[in-house]
């Protein structure tokens, strides 16, 4: 430390007093900095499951309009599940609706949102015992069995469905023509059921997660094949049925039996796979959506996560996600992240048992807070519903254009023109638009330098938008108003 000059009136008390308020000084600028770091990341029970308004919730949450919704598997008032509502902070929780075997029963996908009507499958149950796709108000009134599996028709889904305009896209795990599952659309009114594609098993067998839409594309994976072996594989297949491709074969040392869903970043897939080679724990990896440039990521060891069951979700160039289990932390499971490269990998949170247990679902990610279900723990044991903040997370990077894209009229009332500057020929981009909640409300392709956009069902407020490139590299963002 050098010398301090100090003026001669300066006194000894006065000195002593300056170096007791340095002291104080630092004490208070550590605890501020503690606090900031405490705050950075934090872990909150917003629900605990009692049994009578649900237990074992095998699904994911679904946020719509500030609120929280979902399904448990069991629980409810005839122990055949439930549909839930909840405040974002964990209040105001209401069962608004009882599955009872014959209306449906273990549901085990996640609700999708459309104003004010939800949409979902339950796995059993309906007219045939085979599941069924249901439609109810958000309020919980106007329930309704939309389309029941018989069997030829397909059974026991287990994933989730995806809307675009007014048709739903989904899988059913086994059924239709050869019992391996099926690919199908549906009106949301219920009405033009059709075939997609039948799984034949060489082909792919036992889809158990969500389609991806990409355009006209939708791909998905299988939790097995009986081409080479059972390990399952990657596809794509036209809206219509038609050009079904197997991209990828799982094959055990590149990845096996997959139950999650993909998630998409400009030409890009990202998913997991529950077993992985030895020690037979799993792993990530990417592909581009025409099957080439497969990448493995991250191999799961047990040490730093085991057996994902669930999806990962994209927030900028890190993707998140869970394990059911995790070697090191009472193999209870654990929230991670990853740089979409493979790098950077960050176990952020481990589950004990008595915050939660082995997670089967996927994430839901609003600004900086992520929320997810545990199908155990909690204080009755029937599992919680909780919520993971993370300052350093959100969607504030995209708040600003860059200029390279220009959005006119803004503010407008959903319908807006994008103009891209750099635009290439022939190259096809991707426009986000999410809104304040850091929902995803629309995701569609641009292929020309000037491009018609109209929100479906827009609301007042504010959104933010980029516009990606092939490859996923971030072109132009910004922010509009809808009045």
């Given at each position: ?108 996908g996640n609700v999708t949102a459309l104003g004010n009507v939800l949409y979902g499958m339950a796995s059993e149950g309906g007219a045939h015992s085979y599941g069924c796709i249901f439609s109810v108000n958000t309020n919980g ?343």
């Amino acid at each position: 430390m050098g010398i301090v000059l100090l003026p001669e009136n300066y006194s000894e008390d006065k000195l002593l007093k300056l170096q007791q308020m340095k002291k104080q000084f630092l004490l208070i600028c550590s605890l501020l900095c503690l606090s900031i770091v405490g705050a950075n990341a934090q872990y909150t029970d917003l629900h605990d499951f009692n049994g009578s308004e649900g237990s074992a919730p095998f699904c994911d949450v679904t946020i719509s309009a500030g609120k929280l919704y979902g399904m448990t598997s069991a629980g409810g008032a005839y122990n055949d599940g439930c549909i839930f509502s909840m405040d974002t902070n964990g209040g105001n929780y209401i069962d608004i609706f009882d599955f009872n075997g014959i209306n449906g029963s273990l549901p085990q996908g996640n609700v999708t949102a459309l104003g004010n009507v939800l949409y979902g499958m339950a796995s059993e149950g309906g007219a045939h015992s085979y599941g069924c796709i249901f439609s109810v108000n958000t309020n919980g009134s106007n329930y309704k069995d939309i389309f029941d599996f018989s069997g030829p028709n397909g059974a026991y889904p287990t994933g989730s469905l995806i809307l675009n305009g007014k048709v739903l896209y989904g899988m059913v795990e086994q059924g239709a023509t050869h019992n391996y599952g099926r690919i199908f659309s549906i009106d949301t009114n219920g009405s033009n059921y059709k075939d997609l594609f039948d799984f034949s098993g060489t082909d792919g067998a036992s889809p158990t997660g969500a389609l991806t839409l990409f355009g006209n594309k939708l791909y998905g994976m299988t939790s097995a094949t009986y081409l080479s072996s059972s390990n399952g594989n990657i596809f794509s297949i036209d809206t219509n049925g038609s050009n079904y491709k197997d991209l990828l074969e799982f094959n055990g040392t590149n990845g096996a039996n997959p139950y999650g869903s993909l998630v998409l970043s400009g030409k890009r897939l990202y998913g997991m796979t529950s077993a992985y080679n030895t020690p037979n724990a799993g792993n990530i990896f990417s592909i581009d959506t025409n099957g080439s440039g497969y990448k493995d990521l991250l191999d799961f060891n047990g040490m730093n996560g085991d057996d994902p069951h669930g999806s990962l979700i994209l927030s900028g160039r890190r993707l998140y996600g869970m394990t059911t289990e995790y070697y090191d932390a009472s193999d209870y499971g654990n929230i991670f992240s990853i740089d979409t490269s493979g790098s950077g990998y960050v176990d952020m949170f481990d589950f004990d048992g008595m915050n939660g247990t082995t997670p089967p679902g996927s994430l839901t990610l609003a600004r900086d807070v992520f929320y997810g279900m545990s199908p155990g723990a909690g204080a009755n044991n029937d599992g919680l519903i909780f919520s993971y903040r993370d300052k350093s997370l959100g969607i504030g990077e995209i708040v600003s254009n860059t200029g390279a894209v220009n959005l006119y009229p803004n503010p407008n009332n959903g319908e807006f023109t994008i103009s891209i500057k750099n635009y290439e020929l022939g190259i096809t981009n991707q426009i986000e638009i999410y809104n304040m909640l850091g929902e995803m409300v629309y995701n569609p392709d641009i292929s020309q330098s000037t491009s018609q956009i109209s929100l479906p069902n827009p609301e007042s407020g504010i959104y933010l938008y980029r516009i990606l490139d092939k490859m996923g590299n971030i072109q132009g963002t910004g922010k509009f108003i809808v009045e």
